[in-house]
């Protein structure tokens, strides 16, 4: 009596039907994006934005993401996730953050937010939709991009006097402007293709972005790239 | 929906997006420049700190009432190279429109409280 209980053949049915619906790639893609749209979407847009303009700019709580499949690498997006640095040390808008201090303006530390801290499992979760928003897979395509070993020191010189990047950002903590997103960390951080792509053509992928386009040759996006990503295994 | 009705729909919803296309010289001002040239133009940017060529200080009137609105014009678009001065400066031609730089040129004119040569 009991064995036909539990082969009852509608609730064995039932109960497969079930268990394989919960665990169905579907089902977890599903729930990957319901965790990133609860959790990011307060500060990140995730869907591209309806129109660009400079107010977006001036205005946004953090960097888009809905083009994160585009950019990042999926392994250094879990592991950032564990433990999230700061990679804009002005903040996502340094005029959000900036006052007037004696000698020039500065952006105090206790005005830039902290990111929440994410388990291995939620990183995973969220960087499998992250990577999956590719919205961007046209202007990747043309780009041909592999990394070489570059020179330092005509890198360093390249990056600071030639090409003015250091202006805005840091070649190593501590060491360059503030306002744009530190360098040294961002050939682990980003796609190669991303990098090279958004020296190329920053307003490409954000069109009232504060990074300047210093229309260069592609084989100077190289060199710069080159020396980025040389930065970031140091 | 009456024609009327949604032509001053229209014009209602459509107002803010024209106006948020224009933004002033001040707004592009704040955008692109207060990073290297400061929140009130002095040159102390948040930049300043390791670049080897200070920015210049925008409310200098006696400096800025040497420069041409065009030299101004210029050196906004297409960088400081353009005009002689440093690569620290960059182009801004693909952040801002000629009519947008114009506005930034006129914005200019109100931090140094000075007037073209």
């Known amino acids: 009596m009991i064995q036909r209980k539990l082969f009852h053949l509608p609730t064995v049915t039932m109960l497969v039907g079930i268990l394989t619906g919960f665990t169905s790639p579907a089902f977890a893609e599903e729930k990957a994006k319901q965790f990133v749209e609860t959790n990011c979407s307060g500060c990140h847009a995730l869907n591209e934005p309806q129109s660009f303009t400079t107010a977006r700019i001036r205005e ?5 993401l809905h083009y994160a499949g585009n950019k990042f690498q999926k392994d250094w997006l879990i592991q950032w996730l564990q433990s999230p640095t700061r990679l804009r040390p002005g903040g996502t808008f340094f005029g ?4 007037a201090a004696e000698d020039r303006d ?20 969220a960087a499998s939709y992250l990577m999956s928003l590719t919205p961007h897979d046209d202007l990747v395509s043309d780009v041909d991009y592999v990394p070489k070993p570059s020179s ?18 840091e070649l190593e903590k501590g060491y360059g402007g503030i306002s744009g997103p530190e360098v040294y960390t961002a050939g682990a951080r980003l796609k190669p293709e991303f990098l090279y792509s958004f020296i190329r053509n920053p307003q490409a992928w954000e069109p009232k972005t504060f990074m300047s386009n210093l229309h260069l040759e592609d084989s100077e996006v190289q060199k710069l790239a080159d020396f980025i990503t040389t930065l970031s295994k140091e | 929906m009456h024609f009327l009705t949604r ?9 803010p997006a024209l106006a948020e296309s224009e933004p002033t010289g001040k707004q592009l001002y704040d955008t692109y420049c207060t990073q290297c040239h400061g929140i009130y133009g002095d040159g102390w940017g948040v930049n300043s700190r390791d670049i080897e060529v200070l920015p210049r200080d925008h409310t200098d009137s006696a400096e800025m009432s040497a420069r041409s609105d065009q030299e101004l014009f210029k050196a906004i678009k297409h960088g400081g190279q353009a005009v002689n001065k440093s690569i620290l400066m960059p182009n801004w031609d693909a952040n801002m429109s000629d009519a947008e730089i114009d506005r930034v040129v006129r914005y200019l004119r109100e931090l140094c409280n000075c007037e073209a040569p």
């Open chain 1, 106 to 125: 500065i952006v105090p530390k206790d005005k830039l937010p902290e990111h929440p801290v994410y388990s291995k499992s939620e990183a995973q979760v």
């Open chain 1, 60 to 64: 946004r709580k953090a960097p888009d």
């Open chain 2, 7 to 15: 032509i001053m729909l229209i014009t209602l919803f459509s107002a």
């Open chain 1, 96 to 99: 959000q953050n900036v006052v």
């Open chain 1, 152 to 169: 330092g020191a005509m890198g360093h010189m390249n990056f600071t006097k030639f090409k003015g990047c250091v202006g805005c950002h």
